[in-house]
């Protein structure tokens, strides 16, 4: 029995880095069968990449969208694999498990790369990167994640792509899960390529990635890709020429992120999309202060993406039990991914408001009180 047939049934709501809560017109997009040379799919792919150009604050006389099938990782890869000059070397910025993945692209494709790893609290500093390229000439490129999903905290990409661009190099940046979300000009922060994914905040399902390039920094690319189907290069120029992929696509899910696509404009584009996410982290946040829960950046570094949270060192608290009874009570919440700390993490990223957000609030005090667990607010704690 497929469970939209039981009587008030509703799905968990996921405060997730994705895949995230997606609204019912978006999923229902996806109930038909579309051929991938039907002129009415070509037409859907070219209106999803002029969308997203304008999303990155671009136009399409300079950038370009190309859509890649797979997970954000394979848009990454892709980018990495296919623009770095086949002599070229790669500059990256890590502050966490998100920057490593870019090194480990690097590795697996024996590309000659410099690393700045910066512990995961803090934010990588500009003029360090503007250090590291006068130090080494050799640098073609750089690639730094923008929203560090493994803490919540937003990069400084605007500062370094004004240094990338000074000096003449390229910049990749991994804005998986803050594209569409966290307003950037792409163009003026002298980005090149900037990657994200269906599933991430412009809502759609998962299924595909993208990268928005620029296209004279493309252009210089035909024949770098060191894979066959994640080629940047041949994947454009096939889009350019026929409008289709030159493997099979995600007919699916790009159905479903068109229709994304209509609602963020109807939303308001970026920016309203981006005070709703605000709105859930300020509400959320200041709940989970009140309950005595510490977040793990302070406020100053934290984006309005996602939040860390240390695990609270009362001797009741087991993450599994926690997440279980949340997850009992139609919620789902997110294991940690910082290195050096107990964390666990609530998204604010999908349909999701903020009354969501205060009904999640009020299911984690109820699990609390359950697991007999009082925690001492930050304000009382001082007073002890
Ligand atoms: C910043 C960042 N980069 C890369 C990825 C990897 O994406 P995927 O799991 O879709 O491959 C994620 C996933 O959350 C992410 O947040």
Known sequence: MSPETIPGWKDRILFTPGPLTTSRTVKQAMLRDVGSRDTEFINIVADIRRRLVECAGATTQDYTTIPIQGSGTFGVEGVISSVVPPDGKLLLVANGAYGKR????????????????????????????????????????????????????????????????????????????????????????????????????????????????????????????????????????????????????????????????????????????????????????????????????????????????????????????????????GYVIYPGKVSDADCFRIGHIGRIFESDTRDLLAAIRDVMAEMKMTLVPPASENND
């Open 102 to 329: 870019l090194v480990q692209i690097a590795r697996v494709h024996r590309i000659a790369h410099n690393v700045i790893e910066v512990p995961e609290n803090q934010s990588p500093d500009p003029s360090s990167v503007e250090s590291a390229l006068l130090e080494d000439p050799s640098i073609t490129t750089l690639a730094m994640v923008h929203c560090e999903t493994t803490t919540g905290m937003i990069n400084p990409v605007e500062a370094v792509g004004s240094i990338s661009q000074k000096h003449g190099k390229r910049m990749i940046v991994d804005a998986m899960s803050s594209f569409g979300a966290v307003p950037l000009n792409v163009p003026a922060a002298g980005i090149d390529y900037i990657v994200s994914s269906a599933n991430k905040c412009i809502e759609g399902v998962p299924g595909f990635s993208f990268a928005v390039c620029r296209k004279s920094s493309l252009e210089e690319t035909p024949g770098w890709a060191r894979t066959l189907s994640l080629d940047l290069y041949a994947q454009w120029q096939g889009l350019e020429k026929t409008g289709q992929f030159r493997f099979t696509p995600a007919t699916h899910s790009m159905l479903a992120f068109h229709q994304a696509l209509l609602e963020l404009e109807m939303e308001g584009g970026v920016p309203a999309r981006a005070e709703r996410y605000r709105r859930n982290h300020a509400v959320l946040l200041m709940g989970m202060i009140q309950l005595g829960f510490k977040p793990y950046l302070p406020p100053h570094q934290q984006g309005h993406i996602i939040t860390s949270f240390r695990s609270p060192s009362h001797p009741r608290y087991d993450f599994e039990i926690f997440y279980r009874s949340l997850q009992d009570r």
